[in-house]
């Protein structure tokens, strides 16, 4: 029998007095799990649950999530396998909080006619503080089962909120005036006005005075104080939005419900649109599940199939608005279809030109390498099997993408399969350009207002927006 195997004790085997026990702590995960199976959504047993507002967590362990952890010492070491319940009874003279580690015991105290046995359960804290006792009937195994060890299908639990983190960041400066072209439909204002809640953005509306309106009624949105501009064509309202920026009474462009192609027309012209020393892309940035940061994938949006110099400036864009939210000295994986350079495939040669240019230090900022395969630029597993030495792999925060349509691809699927939540931002032009689509959600509305606000607040101070959080002025 291996290392990896348990063979359970049958009736004939049991012996009165005999005792089994595990430990495990109370996590975050085990009570979401929990409110999901069970349907109990009790506040009280929801992390971060702090319901007299004195700072401390209120945060107790559901008592039936407790008592479950005396079935999987029954069920899987004692008796074990092939155990079956006849009843359970329950005391709970003690509460578990997250965090506290448990020591879940069972001791057989009586055998009665055959498979019948009865055993004493308790469950206590490291302190011996007693949680749960109580006593189980159950019918022991009659046969043998060596029972291997069992891997569970994943479960995946988004509960890093990293938007929800760059919001309330954000909340420490004041409103960006942005220039919002063609806000004339429910998601576009609802976006902008939600932003505005939140202190994000002060928005300047900038289209058909008539649609907005309408499009104002319909959300049951009061836009009577912001400024409106009354401009029908959409291309001379994105004419405009970039006029505002020159004259520094917007720091921000926004789309609203206007084509990409008509707004990015007026931001790339080369007389008076908003054209800066490098080429302009846009970058997604993700907050996936299976992730315990941010993710940023470029260009997906607007560069189709971008030249080695034009990745130079993809890469050193995606690189500065990593900076800007947060990443001290971001990874960057340059993606290609295979980890090796291959004379055949153009995307592996500009990769490693790419990551040889990072060492010579004309790309700063990051760790740059490539040509990284997706899996082992963020698997960390997946790059030890391949044998490759690198400190990018597997630990990537910025992936950039051989073309366009690669970038498109691998962003939606993250999005709609993998359910990843995107915000969007055009960099490397005077002023961040918020790119929403129109099947973005509020989060992700707010999210790339959020990231405007830390890019243009590193643009204009040369570093990044701190994390801790201001002195009150009373201090």
């Not at 005792?19 to 109370?26: F, G, I, M, N």
């Not at 260009?299 to 993809?314: F, G, Q």
């Not at 999210?447 to 607040?457: E, G, H, I, N, R």
């Amino acid at each position: 029998m291996s290392a990896l195997s348990h063979r359970n004790t049958t009736f004939d085997e049991l012996i009165v007095g005999q005792t089994a026990s595990v430990e495990r702590p109370v996590t975050a995960n085990d009570l979401y799990v929990f409110a999901h199976v069970s349907g109990n959504t009790n506040p009280l047993h929801m992390p971060g649950a702090d319901l007299d507002k004195d700072g401390a967590s209120d945060t107790v362990a559901p008592s039936l999530w407790v008592g479950s952890l005396v079935s999987s010492v029954l069920g899987t070491i004692l008796p074990g396998a092939g155990t079956l319940y006849h009843g359970q009874t329950f005391r709970f003279p003690g509460r578990a909080l997250m965090g506290d580690r448990l020591t879940v015991s069972v001791r057989c105290i009586e055998k009665r006619e055959a498979p019948l046995a009865v055993f004493e359960t308790r469950v206590e804290k490291a302190d011996g503080t007693l949680v749960l006792e109580g006593i189980a009937e159950v019918s022991a195994p009659t046969h043998s089962i060596v029972q291997e060890k069992r891997e569970l299908p994943l479960l995946l639990l988004d509960q890093h909120d990293h938007f929800g983190a760059l919001v309330a960041r954000c909340r420490r400066l004041p409103p960006m005036p942005t220039a919002i072209v063609c806000p004339d439909d429910a998601n576009s204002l609802g976006g902008a006005v939600l932003s505005m809640r939140e202190g994000l953005i002060e928005p300047i509306l900038i289209g058909s005075r008539d649609k907005i309106l309408r499009a104002a009624d319909a959300a049951g949105a009061d836009i009577s104080a912001l400024r409106l501009i009354d401009i029908a064509d959409h291309s001379e309202a994105a004419r405009q939005a970039v006029a505002m920026v020159h004259a520094r009474e917007a720091r921000a462009v926004m789309k609203g419900n206007v084509h990409s192609d008509e707004l990015l027309g007026q931001v790339v012209k080369k007389d008076g649109g908003l054209r800066g020393s490098r080429r302009i892309s846009h970058v997604f940035v993700m907050d996936a599940p299976t992730k315990p940061n941010l993710l940023f994938i470029s260009d997906a949006a607007i560069n189709i199939a971008p030249d080695l110099t034009t990745k130079v400036d993809i890469v050193q864009n995606a690189i500065d608005l990593a900076i800007a939210c947060g990443l001290a000295k971001p990874k960057v994986g340059i993606l290609a279809a295979v980890e090796t350079v291959n004379i055949n495939m153009p995307s592996t040669l500009e990769a490693a030109a790419l990551a040889k240019m990072a060492d010579r230090g004309q790309i700063t900022g990051a760790l740059v390498d490539g040509p990284l395969a997706m899996d082992n630029a963020v698997d960390i597993e997946a790059a030890r099997t391949k044998g490759i030495v690198s400190s990018v792999a597997g630990q990537a925060d910025v992936l950039i993408v051989p073309n366009l349509e690669a970038g498109n691809m691998l962003a939606k699927q993250l999005t709609f399969v993998a359910r990843a939540e995107a915000a969007g931002l055009v960099v490397g032009a005077k002023a961040p350009v918020i790119l929403t689509s129109r099947a973005d959600n509020d989060k992700a509305r707010l999210a790339s207002c959020a990231v405007a606000q830390l890019y243009d607040y590193w643009r204009q101070n040369g570093e990044p927006l701190a994390y801790q959080p201001l002195l009150k002025a009373a201090e």
